[in-house]
């Protein structure tokens, strides 16, 4: 079954800087990779997601790219804001509609002011 | 338009008992999952249902069990419960299966 590997686990970087969380997932057919953001105690949300036809999308300071050949999405947060700290989930919806995403393990992101 | 809506959202049980929960999804959505978040384990799946089907299941023991209802509301059932049960329980909708899901705020399970 999919496989999503998710790095680094902690992330800690000074306001105004940018951020980077990496996803890597196994299975080639996947073609729908949402990512969620968690602050301590709520839902995750959605932020941002991007399907298997499209190579980049960006939503104001928010953008995520995928790399079909190499297997992997990443996440990229530009000029951060305290309100950014949380725990960012990639997930992998794998194929045969099956109705379920596989996460990855979590970055907690840290942003300092 | 209302979210997705969990009961309850806090419960303490004892070893041995049974706990259902309780999910309303946003207005319209006709797929209805379910997800166990755990500080050690993440996000894991539990099972997913549609037009009061289940059409997935996860990787969890028979006393993890659940069903949708005519309505689409759906409810998870957890039977001897475990100390390792202790989690928050996820609840998530969206329109078809496939479509974007949103989670309810979730059921904080504690077994002591």
């Known amino acids: 079954g999919e496989n999503v590997e998710q790095h680094p686990s902690t992330l800690s970087v000074q306001e105004g800087d940018s951020a980077v969380i990496k996803c890597t997932y196994s299975d080639s057919a996947s073609n729908y990779f949402p990512w969620y953001k968690q602050e301590l105690g709520k839902r995750p949300q959605l932020i941002i997601d991007?399907?298997?036809?499209?190579g980049e999308k960006k939503d104001q300071r928010i953008a995520v790219t995928l790399n079909k050949t190499a297997k992997h999405f990443s996440l990229h947060i530009t000029e951060t804001q305290p309100e950014d700290s949380a725990v960012y989930f990639c997930a992998v919806d794998p194929p045969g509609n099956t109705g379920k995403l596989i996460f990855g393990q979590g970055t907690t992101l840290q942003v300092k002011p | 338009k209302a979210g997705v809506t969990q009961t309850p959202r806090y419960l303490i049980k004892t070893r041995g008992q049974q706990v259902t929960l309780s999910c309303s999804p946003i207005s319209g959505h006709r797929s209805v999952s379910w997800y166990q978040q755990t500080p050690g384990q993440g996000l894991q799946f539990l099972f997913e249902y549609f037009s009061e089907t289940q059409r997935n299941k996860g990787n969890f023991p028979g006393r993890f069990s659940g069903r949708q209802f005519s309505n689409s509301r759906s409810e998870m059932n957890v039977s001897t419960l475990e100390l390792g049960d202790s989690a928050l329980y996820l609840c998530?909708?969206?329109?078809?299966?496939?479509?974007?899901?949103?989670f309810g705020e979730g059921s904080w399970l504690t077994v002591v």
């Open positions: 998530a909708s969206s329109l078809e299966v496939g479509n974007t899901i949103y």
């Open positions: 991007i399907r298997s036809n499209v």
